[in-house]
């Protein structure tokens, strides 16, 4: 999660003249503020996506140690209402209960996008970019409501139930849809010889972004405003939707090019499905594709498990939760 991935969706094998035509060798108004639109609405969405999951394993942390000091050892020190310390809640009970729930969500997390990522592909010919982002933040922000209800009344209910929380990503696909749809935008608006610098610009501004929520939000935690990043989610989602209703309408010309296009059935379906396995054996056949193959779960392995870090770096080395993040 703290470190994004951009996942390309793949296109049916539909002829050639079906396919969406190459965007003009030069850039145009109307390309130029899409892209900016967009790059404002990616901010945004990097900006709550790393601000809600730092406040998430904090108010994570504090509720199971409340939880933990209300049922062994004082309470009168879990009933109070600031903030539990951090030593209090560094013992192994707190942090191995906070690493299971934090696995579940992150596990399901991932699942679910990977499901989601091929009928939202396989759907985006018929709706426009726009719609699917859009869709996309709406499902966010409902996951953030979610998890406001959870946290918010953590006497009504367990707090196991946080981990349902990435379910919402069926509205929209979850972020692997979002930095799919994405590149397709900047592919459609971007003349060819530019676009691998788009590419770049874009991945610098998500990474300076999340070096800024890192840092604010941090400072937010420590501060003992534990709710507030989430709740920044709320305006910000509704920013980025009006972000996108702005968009020029020319964005949904995928529609109109496909229009003769059958909607998906399962024979279509299949033909996604063959082509994928068609091209998966043509990539294990080449050593170097092979090679690719291995590495690429071993690295999202090990995404989880820097994550998973953070959770344990405080109590070795007494540093303060901003400080970590």
């Not at 945004?44 to 933990?68: G, M, N, P, T």
């Not at 998890?147 to 509205?171: C, Q, R, T, Y």
């Not at 910000?236 to 229009?259: C, D, E, H």
Request: glycine residues 6%; contains cysteine; proline residues 5%.
């Amino acid at each position: 999660m703290l470190t994004r991935q951009y996942v390309r969706l793949e296109g049916s094998d539909a002829p050639v003249d079906d396919e969406p035509t190459e965007p003009d060798q030069s850039w145009t108004r109307d390309s130029t503020y899409t892209l900016s639109l967009m790059l404002l609405v990616s901010t945004l969405y990097v900006f709550s996506d790393i601000s809600r999951y730092l406040a998430c394993l904090k108010l994570l942390s504090q509720i199971i140690c409340r939880e933990h000091y209300l049922e062994h050892d004082d309470p009168s020190v879990a009933s109070a209402s600031s903030s539990l310390s951090e030593d209090m809640c560094a013992v192994p009970a707190v942090q191995q209960r906070l690493a299971h729930i934090s696995g579940n969500m992150l596990s399901l997390g991932a699942a679910l996008n990977f499901i989601f990522t091929i009928p939202y592909g396989l759907m985006l010919d018929r709706l426009s970019e726009r719609l699917v982002i859009a869709l996309n933040v709406t499902g966010f922000v409902c996951s953030s409501a979610w998890l406001v209800v959870i946290f918010w009344f953590s006497s009504l209910f367990p707090v196991e139930a946080a981990v349902v929380a990435p379910i919402f990503s069926a509205i929209g696909g979850g972020y692997s849809v979002f930095d799919s749809v994405t590149m397709v935008i900047v592919v459609r608006h971007v003349p060819k010889k530019h676009r691998s610098l788009c590419f770049g610009f874009f991945l610098a501004a998500a990474l300076l972004t999340q070096a800024v929520s890192l840092s604010l939000t941090g400072s937010l935690l420590e501060g003992g405003y534990l709710f507030t990043p989430i709740l920044l989610n709320f305006p910000l989602g509704i920013l980025a939707v009006l972000l996108v209703a702005m968009m020029p309408s020319g964005a949904q010309s995928m529609r109109s090019m496909t229009a003769g296009r059958a909607l998906i059935t399962w024979p279509l379906l299949r033909q996604e499905i063959k082509s994928t396995v068609t091209a998966t054996g043509g990539l294990v056949s080449d050593p170097r594709g092979l090679g690719l193959l291995l590495v690429v779960p071993l690295a999202k392995m090990a995404d989880p498990l820097t994550e998973v870090i953070l959770l344990y770096v405080q109590k070795r080395f007494g540093n303060s939760f901003a400080y970590v993040s």
